[in-house]
Structures are given as C-alpha cells and as structure tokens.
C-alpha cells in the first residue's frame, strides 16, 4: 500500500518547451504534495509544498513562474516545468503526505521520480 | 554551515559487514529523524523513522540518536548486497513545518 506514482518515468525535450510531470498517489489521499529535484550525487533539495485547492509554496531560489504547481485534487499534482533549459535537466521526485486514517500520517510516500533530459 | 552533513562516502563493504552511516547536524529543532533507502534511479523509500533519543531497532537495521550531540546513526547488520545503494537522512521540526531536510545520501556499495 501507499503508492506514489509519477508519469512519465523520463522525458526528453528540446530547449524553450514546457514539460508536465503528474504525482498521483494511489490507494490514499493526500492533502499534501512535495516536489523535489535531484542533481546527481546530490541530495533531494525541496522544491515546493503542495496543498490541495491552494496555491504552492516554494521554497527560495525557486522560481514559481517557471515551476508551476497544480494540485487539483486529493490524489493529482501536477508540476510543469515551462520553457525548459538544459540546467533544468534533473531528476524530479514527487511524496505524498496522507490524510490520517490507513497510512501514518507523519510519512511522506515517495514516487519513483521523473527524469528529465533537456537537450 | 549546512543543517545536515552527511558523508557521501562512497562506502564499499564485503558482504556480512557491519555498517555504520551518520548524519550529523546544527539546529536543535529537529525533533523527528528518518533514514531513506534509494536504489538508483529511483524514489527514496522510508527505512527508519525515530522521535526521541536513543536506539530503535528493525530487523538488521538499528537507527540511534543521540540529541546532545546532534547526531544520528544507521547501522546495518550482517549487510548483503541488496542493501547496495545510498541511503539519506532526513530530519523535520516539530509541528509546522513538514519540510524535510535531507542529508547528501552515503552510497554504500556491499560485495559479495
């Protein structure tokens, strides 16, 4: 139980496109969402919070014009990385934070992460 | 100084090892403390998750903290191979804030 899936698993587009990175959490729902970007060898570093109906938080030195963040529903967010560049190439992974009930409520359920290849 | 040091390693160890993975950090706010195991390419999955000082064990993994110190620790028991990939600390603040606060990850590599 308490799976997070992220589509897709990898892309690759060209320089000046936008991207859309879906986290759906599966068999619970989660006021909260969390996107993360991981350079390699380097840890996860938080990129924004992601309440349901409200708008993201983002963390400093992240831009929200670029980033966009849409959390629609208790089980959908949706980040869409708008005119790509080669330095925005990294691994995204998404969690999940469940609403108390099934799954403890402190953890945050991690997707597998998308990787993304700007060329 | 950064709020979580973590030593990437890389750490290579022959199967049946003891290992020993450490977190330290600054701020004494950090009241929850967890250790994620990722395979390569893949999401992190929680491994261990503590609150107060002390050991708390889970099979052949052991996670201790030690508050005064600002240290935390991750053994692994009679490792195998499938215990080869990087594991990150993680640590969050009490109430508020849900953020987590990652560690640089160690990679540990176990030879059979």
């Known amino acids: 139980g308490a799976v997070v899936s992220q589509h897709p698993s990898w892309v690759i587009c060209k320089s000046g496109t936008s991207v859309k990175i879906e986290c759906r959490s599966l068999?619970?729902?989660?006021?909260?969402m969390f996107w993360y970007r991981q350079f390699p060898k380097q840890s996860l570093m938080l990129m924004a919070t992601?309440?349901?109906?409200?708008?993201?938080?983002?963390e400093q030195g992240v831009e929200k014009d670029k980033f966009l963040i849409n959390h629609a529903s208790l089980t959908l967010s949706t980040l869409t990385v708008t005119s790509a560049h080669p330095e925005d190439s990294s691994f995204y992974i998404c969690?999940?934070?469940?609403?108390?009930?099934?799954?403890?409520?402190?953890?945050?359920?991690f997707g597998p992460g998308t990787r993304l290849t700007v060329t | 100084q950064k709020e979580v040091e973590q030593d990437p390693g890389p750490l290579s160890v022959p199967e049946g090892a003891i290992v020993s993975l450490n977190c330290t950090y600054s701020?004494?706010?950090?009241?929850?403390f967890m250790w994620y195991r990722q395979y390569s390419r893949k999401g992190p999955e929680l491994l261990m998750y503590?609150?107060?000082?002390g050991n708390k064990e889970d099979g052949r993994f052991t996670a201790q903290v030690d508050k005064s110190s600002k240290y935390i620790s991750l053994f692994i028991r009679d490792s195998q191979p499938s215990d080869s990939a990087t594991y990150l600390c993680?640590?969050?603040?009490?109430?508020?804030?849900?953020?987590?606060?990652f560690g640089k990850g160690t990679k540990l590599t176990v030879n059979p």
């Open positions: 993680a640590l969050h603040t009490q109430g508020g804030s849900e953020k987590l606060v």
């Open positions: 068999d619970f729902q989660a006021t909260t």
């Open positions: 701020n004494s706010a950090f009241q929850y």
């Open positions: 992601s309440n349901e109906g409200s708008k993201a938080t983002y």
């Open positions: 969690s999940a934070r469940p609403l108390a009930g099934r799954f403890d409520s402190y953890e945050q359920y």
């Open positions: 503590t609150y107060s000082s």
